[in-house]
C-alpha cells in the first residue's frame, strides 16, 4: 500500500502563529467562497476560524517542543536530557569538589627549613577550614626533604563518610540505591554483604557474574547506585546488605572560596621529631576551582556527544582534547600533540580561574585510562590572560553618562566572560566596536589602549607566581617599535630571593620582589610579590602587540573583567 501527498489547501505547514492561520485560512474561504463578503468578528464562521487558529496555535507550540524535546541538542528541560543521555549510555556525572594548592610555610617567612632539617611526609586526610567553615582534605601524601621552607599540599572540598547503610537488595531488577544530592562524582566504594562491587561507567563491557555497578542521576538531581540484570552484570540476590564503606560528599559551587581564606587546620597534625612547633601558616595563593553540583543542562548537552564521538578512547588529537573535556571539573581543554607520542593538555576549569593541584592530577588519571599504551601524557593549567581594554564612549543626545558606561561594560563584560571565551579565542577590535556601536545609547568610540595582564605558567612544578603584571602602554618611539611584536617571558626564582628575566631567550637582568619594576624589557611594568617559592622555580608567560587585533596562542582563556576594563562615558547634551 503506497502513500498518497495530500495537500491542506487552507494552511500550509510552516504557517504556525494565530494571526498566520487565520489569515491564511480566510484568504482561502475568500477565493473558494467569493460570495461570503464579510470576514468581521461579527460573522459566526469567522468567529470558529478564530477559535480553530487559537487551538491550532497552540498544538503546533506542543508538537515543536515536543519535537525539541527529543534531541540533545535542542532539549530545554534537565529531566529529558537525562533520559535522552541514556540512549547512549551516557552517566550523568555527580557533584565535582572544588580544589586548590595549600600553602605551608613558616609564620615569619624566614628561609630557615620548616622542619629543622628532618624529612618527612605529609599525610592524606588533613583536614583544613576556612573562617566560615568550609572543610577541604588534602588528597595526596606530600614528601618534604630536610631544606624545604614551604610545602604545597593538594586539597578539595569534601569530606568522607564511612560505614554509610544503603539498604537491602531485593532481588529485582534495576533496583536503586540513593548515595545523596552532596554525593562526590565515583568516590563510593560499595559492598554487598562484605563483597566488594567494582564501580563501571557502564555495564556495556560487563557479563552475568561480573560484581559490577553503575552510579545514575535521577531527574530530581540525587546519585543512586544500580546493580546489574544478570546479563550485564550479576544480579544480586535478595537480602544482601548494601553498605558504602566510604564515599565523599562535597558542597560544590559553594565550596569555591577566594585566595587565602583557607587557613584553619581541623586535624590533630603528628609531626616529626624537630619540627618547629606552631611555627607554621596555611593559605591558598589562588582561589579554589574546579568545583561543580550535578552537571547542569548546558554541560549535559556539550559532554554527552564528545561522550559518544570518542567511544571512550583517545587517539587522534581532537580524541584528547574531547576526553580531557569530559573529566569532572573540566570545562575546556586545549592540546598540544606531538605525532602521539607525547600530548600535553591545558586545562581550563569549570567556573574559571587555574586549575590547580587536585584537578590536573584527577583529569590526567581520568585521560591515561583511555590513551594509547605508547603516548605520555601532561596536563597543565591553561590559565586566563586578562585583557586591558580603554574606551571612550559618546551617547547620544540626552543619555546620561552613568547609562552609557553601564550598558557599554556590561555588554563587555558578558561578551568576554569565562562562559563566553575559550582557550586561544583570538580578541579582535571590530568584534568589540560592534558590541558598543550598536547599542542604542551609544552614538560612536574611540579605543584608546588594549594590553594584557599575562598569565605566567609554572614550568614543571604547581606553585603560583603572585604577580600583578601589565604590559606597559608604549611611550616613544622606540617602545613602539618594538611593541608590535609578540615576546616569550621566562622568570627564574633565584637563590638570592630575586627572580631572574629572560626575554626571548636573552637575560635582561635580576629583580627584586616586592618593588614596582617599570618598562622591564621595554615591555613590562610588573611586581613579582613575596611567596614562598623554591630555588630553581620557574614560570613562563607571553605577552602580544598592544592596541591591535590579538590573536592568542599560549594555550591562555581570554577574559574581560571590571578592574580591566575603563569605560570613559561621554553626555552629548547640545
Known amino acids: 500500500m503506497g502513500f498518497r501527498k ?26 473558494k467562497v467569493p460570495e461570503l463578503t464579510d470576514h468581521s468578528e461579527s460573522n459566526p464562521l469567522v468567529v470558529i476560524l478564530s477559535m480553530v487558529a487559537g487551538v491550532s496555535e497552540m498544538l503546533g507550540y506542543y508538537i515543536d517542543n515536543m519535537a525539541a524535546e527529543a534531541f540533545i541538542v535542542t532539549t530545554r528541560r534537565f529531566s529529558s536530557a537525562v533520559k535522552l543521555v541514556k540512549l547512549i549510555d551516557y552517566r550523568v556525572k555527580a557533584a565535582n569538589p572544588a580544589s586548590a594548592d595549600l600553602l605551608v610555610s613558616l609564620l615569619d617567612g624566614s628561609s630557615a627549613p620548616i622542619a629543622a632539617g628532618v624529612p618527612g611526609t605529609v599525610p592524606v586526610g588533613l583536614l583544613f577550614s576556612t573562617d566560615n567553615g568550609i572543610v577541604f582534605i588534602t588528597t595526596a601524601a606530600v614528601d618534604y626533604t630536610a631544606l624545604d621552607t614551604s610545602i604545597v599540599l593538594p586539597v578539595e572540598q569534601k569530606v568522607v563518610d564511612t560505614a554509610v547503610a544503603l539498604g537491602s537488595t531485593t532481588g529485582i531488577i534495576d533496583e536503586l540505591f540513593s548515595l545523596g544530592l552532596d554525593y562526590v562524582d565515583s568516590s563510593a566504594v560499595i559492598t554487598l554483604d562484605g563483597v566488594l562491587y567494582e564501580r563501571k561507567e557502564t555495564f556495556g563491557f560487563s557479563g552475568p557474574n561480573d560484581l559490577h555497578y553503575v552510579v545514575e542521576i535521577s531527574i530530581d538531581k540525587v546519585a543512586y547506585a544500580k546493580f546489574g540484570d544478570g546479563t550485564n552484570g550479576i544480579l544480586p540476590s535478595a537480602g544482601l546488605t548494601v553498605l558504602a564503606t566510604t564515599l565523599y560528599r562535597t558542597s560544590g559551587l559553594e565550596g569555591m572560596v577566594d585566595a587565602n581564606t583557607i587557613t584553619g587546620l581541623d586535624s590533630v597534625w603528628t609531626k616529626p621529631f624537630g619540627w618547629i612547633p606552631s611555627e607554621e601558616t596555611f ?15 548546558d554541560t549535559i548537552k556539550r559532554r554527552a556527544p564528545l561522550s559518544l564521538r570518542t567511544l571512550d578512547r583517545a587517539v587522534t588529537k581532537q580524541d584528547y582534547q574531547d576526553v580531557a573535556e569530559l573529566a569532572p571539573g573540566v570545562a575546556a581543554a586545549c ?53 586591558i581594554y580603554e574606551i571612550d564612549v559618546f551617547g547620544k543626545f540626552g543619555v546620561d553618562a552613568a547609562t552609557i558606561q553601564s550598558e557599554s561594560e556590561g555588554v563587555l563584560l558578558a561578551a568576554w566572560a569565562f562562559e563566553q ?30 594590553s594584557t595582564k599575562p598569565y605566567m605558567r609554572p614550568v614543571d612544578h604547581t606553585t603560583a607566581l603572585i604577580n600583578t603584571a601589565e604590559v606597559a602602554v608604549p611611550s616613544t618611539p ?87 576594563l575603563t569605560v570613559t562615558s561621554f553626555e552629548q547634551l547640545t
Open 478 to 564: 622606540v617602545i613602539l617599535a618594538d611593541a608590535i611584536l609578540k615576546h616569550e617571558w621566562l622568570v627564574v626564582y633565584l637563590v638570592t630571593g630575586d627572580v631572574k628575566v629572560y626575554k626571548d631567550a636573552a637575560d635582561i637582568g635580576d629583580f627584586a620582589l616586592d618593588v614596582l619594576h617599570t618598562g622591564v624589557g621595554d615591555l613590562l611594568d610588573v611586581t613579582f610579590t613575596t611567596s614562598a617559592y623554591t630555588v630553581g622555580e620557574s614560570w613562563s608567560f607571553t605577552t602580544y602587540p598592544v592596541d591591535t587585533n590579538i590573536e592568542f596562542d599560549d594555550h591562555t582563556i581570554p577574559v574581560l573583567s571590571l578592574s580591566g
Open 335 to 387: 592540546v598540544f600533540y606531538e605525532c602521539g607520542k607525547n600530548v600535553c593538555i591545558f586545562i581550563a576549569p569549570e567556573g574559571g580561574g587555574i586549575a590547580q593541584t587536585p584537578l590536573l592530577s584527577s583529569a590526567l588519571a581520568f585521560v591515561n585510562l583511555r590513551k594509547m599504551v605508547t603516548t605520555t601524557v601532561i596536563t597543565k593549567p591553561a590559565g586566563e590572560t586578562e585583557v
Open 6 to 31: 495530500v495537500f491542506n489547501p487552507w494552511v500550509g505547514y510552516t504557517t504556525r502563529s494565530y494571526n498566520q492561520i487565520k489569515t491564511s485560512a480566510l484568504t482561502s474561504l475568500g477565493s
Open 421 to 450: 571565551s575559550h582557550i586561544n579565542k583570538a580578541f579582535r577590535i571590530s568584534d568589540v566596536v560592534s558590541l558598543v556601536d550598536n547599542l542604542e545609547v551609544v552614538e560612536y568610540l574611540n579605543i584608546t589602549r588594549i
Open 283 to 297: 593559605t591558598n595563593p589562588l582561589g579554589t576551582s574546579g568545583g561543580t553540583d550535578y552537571e547542569s543542562l
